[in-house]
């Protein structure tokens, strides 16, 4: 019998790496694999993290990160990219001209400045620099706190739709703007995706779960988007697997325990 190879569906995450495992690039990996597709990585900065917060960040040296993006990226074709934790405006230059260097489509851009327990990761410069990238990109999944970072307006429950579109059109790409931040009393989840092609709005709802163990959300969420991206699934169909997706996971890992914050959600559903 003729021994078939087939490739693997790879994504590239592009990301700080956490020390608790939680968030960051190691979230990434778990939800990568957990959602069918091989992981690779960059790593932009090590955190000194757990479950309580952060206590350091140690930036990787520009000349590292290109010798890693050339690394991978002249030898892996991948399906799609995710890109979480660019500090700095020379970390996001080289990604930028890297990811344009290759060709690489399907990027994911989770604009991640706050961490869930309120740590900045970003300098303001780099919110800047980070502003005029985000064109290059196909989508952006920003939380309501960083959404408000980006386009310096309060957003609520009440004016997602709005916002996500006003978002979209600014930067010229589209946004999944997630609601786990809105002061909503229901047990309704809504995030809103806004297709910048299109003009397209839609809303995407998930169970509300009441938990701590949310830690790495954002990284998971993108990073199965991505995943589910480099699979051959379209947009639209990729981002609904990955709300669904993160939503089983945060429904597994509501009753684990691990460490004394804010745990993680249960990547593989054990």
Do not use: W
């Not at 939680?22 to 939800?31: L, P």
């Not at 934790?85 to 994911?108: A, D, P, T």
């Not at 299109?198 to 199965?224: F, K, M």
């Amino acid at each position: 019998m003729e021994d078939i190879k087939t490739p693997y569906n790879s994504v590239l995450s592009i990301a700080g790496s956490d020390s608790g495992g939680c968030a960051g690039v190691q979230a990434d990996i778990k939800s990568i694999s957990a959602c069918g597709a091989y992981a690779a990585t960059v790593i932009t900065a090590t955190t000194a993290q757990n479950t309580k917060g952060v206590t350091d960040i140690h930036a990787i040296p520009i000349s590292h990160i290109e010798k890693q993006l050339d690394a991978v990226l002249s030898d892996i074709k991948f399906g799609a990219v995710k890109i979480g934790m660019l500090h700095s405006c020379e970390v996001i230059k080289v990604v930028q001209e890297k990811l344009s260097e290759y060709g690489l489509k399907n990027i994911v851009l989770d604009p991640v400045m706050v961490t869930t327990s309120g740590h900045k990761l970003i300098t303001d410069d780099a919110i800047e620099c980070l502003k005029n990238f985000l064109p290059k990109v196909g989508l952006i999944t920003p939380n309501i706190p960083e959404a408000e970072l980006l386009i310096g307006q309060k957003i609520t429950s009440d004016n997602m739709n709005v916002m996500a579109k006003k978002i979209g059109q600014q930067f010229q790409t589209s946004v999944l703007l997630k609601g786990g931040h809105a002061n909503d009393t229901t047990n309704t989840m809504t995030d809103v995706f806004y297709v910048f092609e299109t003009g397209e709005v839609s809303v995407i709802t998930n169970p509300r779960i009441d938990t701590n163990n949310t830690h790495g959300t954002g990284c998971s969420l993108s990073s199965s988007i991505a995943a589910f991206l480099s699979l051959g699934e379209s947009m639209d169909s990729a981002i609904k697997k990955g709300c669904n997706y993160v939503n089983q996971a945060i429904a597994s890992g509501q009753h684990k325990i691990l460490g004394h914050g804010n745990g993680p959600i249960n990547h593989f559903g054990l």
